[in-house]
């Protein structure tokens, strides 16, 4: 059901990023370790979102979205407006295939010439009978915000519709794809744009969508290019924190001995030099009505 990374730090290559360590997400998508069920490859496109100042942003394409095609995307989504100038918080850029990432030359020959200091890309293992097409790959953006979702929710038609009556969500039709993840993006980024903390944004849909649909998969990862929030619900993640950088994966990229995996029903905060990890508390405890919480600070 998808790999995804989230990294900050110094400024990286992009397409480094993808292809970075022994494990890289490259090679998750024909060699994952731990899919949890959710599939056994991950072929079905990817995407890769990076941050810049509004000066150096690429030129947008809807409200407030930068990013670029990738191969067999559609000639009319290649129009651009004026490049974007102002001052501002870090504008995202991003660049999505449907295809396999092993075969877009452009991972190899063009994103290694972009640089970040923020970067959050996945790759895609379609659910059965949602749609395989470059729209439908995370991530989704809005504004300063990247999302991505590797998981599933059961029967998501009916319980997204709900909660986005519930949430006050605008209509679903505005979701990019006719898929679990991009409907579920709608909903989250109204939170997000209401100035909603992202924690507490994250627990709320989380709550709602397991309170309808109690065997969804919801490994969720958001950025806004200063901060990256996850949550873990049935699969694996794993954090990389030290002074300078941080990193959350589905997967660790490789050996390093600082990578540390992220229990089940947890959120999870990270930016360079800080590390929060703390339970969801959105399903009841266990017998014992005790949470395991741990928390982690670097100077």
Not at 104 to 125: F, G, K, N
Not at 203 to 220: D, H, Q
Not at 272 to 286: F, N, Q, T
């Given at each position: ?29 024909w ?8 599939g ?11 941050w810049?100042p509004?000066?150096?942003a ?98 998501w ?34 939170l ?22 109690p ?64 339970p ?20």
């Amino acid at each position: 059901m998808c790999r995804h990374l989230a990294y900050l730090g110094p400024p990286a290559s992009v397409g480094e990023l993808l292809t970075r360590g022994t494990h890289s997400l490259r090679s998750q998508s024909w060699a994952p370790r731990e899919m949890r069920g959710g599939g056994t490859i991950n072929a079905d496109g990817f995407g890769v979102a990076w941050w810049a100042p509004p000066a150096e942003a690429t030129p947008e394409h809807g409200s407030g979205v930068r990013w670029h095609g990738g191969m067999g995307s559609d000639p009319d989504e290649a129009e651009t407006g004026p490049p974007q100038t102002t001052a501002g918080p870090p504008v995202v850029s991003r660049y999505r295939n449907a295809s396999p990432i092993w075969t877009d030359p452009a991972v190899d020959e063009v994103l290694p010439q972009l640089h970040s200091t923020a970067v959050l890309a996945a790759i895609r293992s379609a659910t059965v009978g949602m749609p395989v097409e470059r729209a439908a790959c995370a991530p989704f953006t809005h504004g300063r915000w990247a999302f991505s979702h590797n998981g599933a929710i059961p029967d998501w038609r009916e319980t997204l519709t709900a909660i986005a009556a519930q949430f006050g969500s605008p209509s679903l039709l505005e979701a990019e794809s006719l898929t679990d993840s991009a409907t579920l993006w709608v909903i989250l980024r109204v939170l997000l744009e209401d100035g909603t903390d992202p924690g507490t944004a994250l627990r709320r849909v989380v709550a709602a969508v397991l309170e309808r649909s109690p065997k969804a998969r919801l490994n969720l990862l958001v950025g806004d290019g200063e901060t990256v929030w996850a949550t873990t619900r049935h699969h694996s993640l794993s954090v990389l924190v030290a002074d300078d950088l941080a990193v959350v994966a589905s997967e660790p990229y490789d050996d390093d001995p600082r990578w540390r995996p992220i229990a089940d029903r947890q959120l999870v905060v990270v930016r360079p030099g800080r590390l929060i990890v703390e339970p969801l508390a959105v399903e009841p405890p266990d017998a014992s009505g005790n949470f395991s919480e741990n928390e982690r600070a670097f100077s």
